[in-house]
């Protein structure tokens, strides 16, 4: 759905803004999880189990709103390759913002570790215990997490690249103000 109003609604920019920090911050969490086997190790581990979770969470939320609101037009003049990157970029996002939490909640539950979440809630594992799909997950994670960098880093540039370059009015539809 794509509507002609000037900007996203504020609920989807607050999604937006609030997941870009948590999507970030797992990133970082997670390069420090494994570059670690101190008691910082344990300490980020706590944290990135539920903050994974509650992302996910999020982004369930974030999907129903942007299919149920829509979001605006890309601008008329915009080249046709960057409008279908444009699509397959945030597909690409939507994609790696639900497989990332359900495989590290996967890759947990093959190794029969438990997620509490806060307030000690445990998750029900959602796989059997096995140490080749562990591993087989393990691998995949990791992967889709350097691409989750990656595209982090191109959605980044193409921001720049409209509020300095083409001046067109999409990064003030995400980030509010005058377009």
Excluded at 147 to 154: G, H, S
């Amino acid at each position: 759905m794509t509507e002609s109003r000037p900007r996203f609604t504020p609920l989807q920019r607050a999604l937006h803004w609030l997941m870009a920090i948590g999507v970030l911050s797992m990133l970082f969490i997670g390069v420090g999880m494994v570059s670690t086997v101190t008691q910082t190790h344990l300490t980020l581990v706590s944290i990135h189990k539920p903050l994974g979770i509650a992302l996910l969470v999020l982004v369930i939320i974030r999907i129903a709103v942007r299919l149920t609101t829509g979001a605006p037009a890309l601008p008329a003049d915009l080249p046709e390759p960057m409008k279908l990157a444009a699509k397959l970029s945030h597909l690409a996002f939507y994609g790696l913002m639900v497989s990332m939490p359900l495989i590290g909640w996967a890759m947990l539950s093959a190794a029969d570790y438990p997620i509490t979440l806060w307030g000690g809630f445990t998750l029900p594992p959602i796989v059997s215990p096995s140490r080749e799909l562990h591993a087989w997950l393990w691998d995949a994670h990791r992967t889709l997490a350097f691409c989750f960098f990656a595209l982090v880093l191109l959605h980044i540039a193409a921001a720049l690249f409209h509020v300095l370059v083409r001046r067109d009015g999409v990064f003030q539809q995400m980030a509010g103000g005058e377009g």
